[in-house]
């Protein structure tokens, strides 16, 4: 009797078949906050990939010119009058209003501070953009879905809405508000066809934590705090919110999506992993 040649040496990994999803959002509406970078630009290429129409809000342009699902309107989500504006230009445009995701947001690296020496002027930019933006959007958008019967809302908080450290005085507590804003908002529309949820990214490796890196201890600690032994790709947000924000999430609302690399699940008290050797 002959060993297969698919068997491996005892001991040895397996490339075993991981799985994928492919979602199909063929003429859905799509607005995406804070769209043209980061978190928000995976956002964006992944539901312009699932021949979504999407329309980015954002302060700065779209990178992707040559991508004609994906519409720009140049957009301050501190401002009411913008976020009204996004709102009517995609309906205007698209007649309808299928997904919001608000994402845009701001941590400066001058708001690491403690609360007394939090500078005004960054606290009131946190609060306008991580929150109000949140808010002004939501007012808008929902109106259209209440019309329509149906919509998405989904609000990108963050792992420091569930757990703090020293120096974040402000951040967290606004993405703690994030995550009660959709509780909220899915309990007062889930009779109108509405479903509104958040999603809490660990580290991503975006233009806004590779801004406070060193702040948050170099990539490799901060890669180490997390159970699966790196930070986090937009795309792997930009997966979740694609999920969520289909049929196939049709009984979820009103809760909280963690996708941190187990770091939520990490207590203070455990042994640290050993860090792995620099080459």
Not at 19 to 46: A, E, F, K, P, Q
Not at 82 to 97: P, S
Request: glycine letters at 10%; hydrophobic letters at 40%; proline letters at 4%.
């Amino acid at each position: 009797m002959t060993k297969s040649n698919s068997q491996q040496p005892t001991g040895q990994k397996q490339s075993r078949p991981q799985g994928t999803v492919r979602y199909d959002h063929s003429g859905r509406v799509v607005l995406v906050t804070g769209g043209s970078n980061g978190i928000g630009l995976s956002i964006c290429r992944g539901f312009s990939s699932a021949q979504a129409h999407v329309v980015c809000a954002d302060i700065t342009a779209y990178p992707d010119s040559e991508d004609h699902n994906v519409v720009f309107i140049q957009t301050d989500v501190s401002s009411e009058v913008d976020c009204k504006r996004a709102v009517q230009a995609a309906t205007e445009r698209f007649g309808a209003l299928d997904v919001l995701v608000n994402n845009a947001a701001i941590q400066p690296a001058s708001s690491y501070v403690r609360v007394e020496d939090l500078l005004m002027d960054d606290y009131q930019r946190m609060l306008a953009i991580n929150f109000s933006g949140y808010t002004f959007m939501a007012k808008h958008a929902l109106r259209v879905m209440r019309d329509q019967q149906s919509g998405v809302v989904v609000n990108i908080a963050s792992g420091q809405a569930h757990r703090t450290t020293r120096g974040v005085p402000v951040y967290g507590p606004i993405k703690a508000a994030n995550i009660l804003q959709a509780m909220q908002w899915g309990v007062e529309y889930a009779r109108d066809g509405i479903r509104v949820v958040s999603v809490s990214p660990g580290a991503i490796d975006t233009p806004l934590v590779r801004a406070t890196l060193e702040a948050q201890g170099g990539e490799r600690e901060l890669s180490n705090r997390h159970p699966i032994g790196r930070i986090g790709k937009p795309e792997e947000i930009a997966s979740a919110v694609l999920w969520l924000s289909s049929q196939d999430a049709s009984f979820i609302t009103g809760t909280d999506l963690a996708v941190d690399g187990g770091l939520g699940a990490f207590g203070a008290f455990a042994d640290p992993y050993t860090l792995p050797n620099e080459d």
